[in-house]
């Protein structure tokens, strides 16, 4: 199989990406193996093609701002006994360029041709804008 599918997700309680890195950071964060994870209670039925070099893409009040590389899937079980996903993600968080989504709920496949460009080394350096500034610009098509 070639075919590659990403992940998008809102980054609920974040305004900005420092504060996905910081959560990450933590312990709590982290399963035992020190990667950051993310446990969603459905597994995606696309498995093969989301780690196939997949990424899971972060929303950030209304803006695609970050991505993640999807490691692998791991199954947990809650204290409530139930079945759930744990998204492993590489620590590295990739800037990407602005990009407006409207909210959803859970997590939603993004076709490769539909996920933002990382930012390039020369936009990395560039100060970084407030959210409403950024999702302005986003939605009038500047990048």
């Known amino acids: 199989m070639d075919k ?3 992940l998008i997700k809102l980054c609920v309680g974040a305004e900005k990406v420092e504060d996905l890195t910081d959560w990450q950071a933590s312990p709590r964060a982290k399963g035992p193996d020190g990667l950051p994870r993310h446990v969603t ?3 995606p039925k ?3 093609e989301v780690l196939n070099g997949g990424s899971i893409y972060w929303v950030f009040k209304g803006i695609v701002l970050a991505r993640q590389r999807i ?3 791991d199954e947990v079980t809650g ?3 139930i079945r759930r996903c744990s998204i492993v993600l590489d620590p590295k968080v990739h800037r990407t360029e602005a990009a407006p989504k409207r909210p959803f709920q859970g997590w939603r496949y993004l076709p490769p041709e539909d ?3 990382d930012l390039s080394s020369a936009q990395r350096r560039e100060e970084t804008l ?4 950024k999702l302005a610009l986003a939605e009038i098509g500047v990048r």
């Open 4 to 6: 590659t599918v990403h």
């Open 41 to 43: 209670r459905m597994w």
């Open 46 to 48: 696309r498995e093969a």
């Open 71 to 73: 490691l692998r899937l």
């Open 79 to 81: 204290g409530d006994g």
């Open 115 to 117: 996920a933002p460009a």
């Open 130 to 133: 407030p959210p409403t500034l």
